[in-house]
């Protein structure tokens, strides 16, 4: 096993012989990859597996029930930390076919070359004949990741990728089992500063997708809960903000003392929510109130200098107002997370 190549990680539930064609033609590229870990995520027929499990150069890894993508994907890390500890990392793959062993290749390639950065093979959504569930579940993550998060991939949700060996630890503390694990991986990089590089690869699709295993309602509410409680909180935070700045403002005609005391209190309901409900605790709670305090000043400047810019271009403040806090708010999630929120 060459430690400086990294190795080739699939997981797998309930996978047909094209797993066997990826793997047999994987296996003819020695000079690229190091092995071939396969999880078998509690599939009842072990049949591939076996076979799988018969060629030299791979390992077979099995639960014995079904856990999710996330989790196959930790368990096959987990492996690679504790036997090839020195390995550069994983090139993540997907069982189905979807990925053509040349891209799974070409990304292995480019991971060797330059391994201090995540590796994603994109699909080219532009083209003709991208199912639309597709082109719209990739399109809403690459706007909610770039406006939320400053994260500019062509491809969110791409299961080939290569990863780097210093993101394991994170990852595998991750509490992501399913296919949100792969978000939480771009969100990770982010958090340990690492390049985001792209290769376009094939795009390949079965005819209504009859392989894959993801649901789009389901699973899409798993992949972004964490952005719809924000979201959540933030109208909920919003509404109690513009009330309690619509009465003060009615009463003292002053936009900096309302903005000031409406912010406060949405500003306390808003933090409560969020440390508890949406992010989680990043230290103690002197310490996230303090940030979220210094956080939260500032954002009550900008929104009243906005406002107030509004206002000398004629617009009243009942209208300026909420359209300052859609620009406050595209900024908060992307500061709460990396700020406020963020494990010491």
Known sequence: MHAQLPLVLIPAYRPDHRLMNVIDELLTQADAIAGIIVVDDGSPDKTVFAEAKSRSGVTVLSHAKNQGKGAALKTGMRWVTEN?????????????????????????????????????????????????????????????????????????????????????????????????????????????????????????YEKGNKSSHFKPLTDSAIIYKKFLKFSGVGIASAALDYGLFAL????????????????????????????????????????????????AGTLVLLNYGLTKGLMWLTISPFIGKPAAEVIVFLLSYRLQKKLVFRSA
């Open 248 to 295: 003060i403002y009615g009463f003292t005609g002053e936009i900096l003392l309302a903005i000031a005391l409406a912010r406060l209190a949405s500003g306390i309901f808003n933090f409560s929510m969020n440390r508890q409900w949406v992010f989680g605790k990043g230290g103690s709670l002197s310490r996230d109130a303090t940030h979220y305090t210094l956080l």
């Open 84 to 204: 090839a500890p020195e390995s550069i990392g994983v090139v993540t793959a997907d069982a189905d076919g979807q990925h053509l062993p040349k891209d799974v290749v070409a990304v292995a390639k480019a991971f060797t070359q330059h391994p201090n950065a995540l590796w994603l093979g994109s699909r080219n959504f532009k083209q003709k004949g991208v199912p639309f569930r597709s082109w719209l579940g990739n399109n809403f993550a690459h706007a909610t990741f770039r406006i939320g998060l400053r994260i500019d991939i062509p491809d969110t949700q791409t299961g080939l990728r290569g990863v780097p060996r210093q993101l394991f630890d994170d990852l595998l503390a991750s509490d992501s089992n399913r296919f949100e694990f792969e978000l939480d991986m771009l969100i990770i990089a982010k958090r340990h500063e690492l390049p985001f590089e792209s290769l376009e690869i094939t795009t390949v």
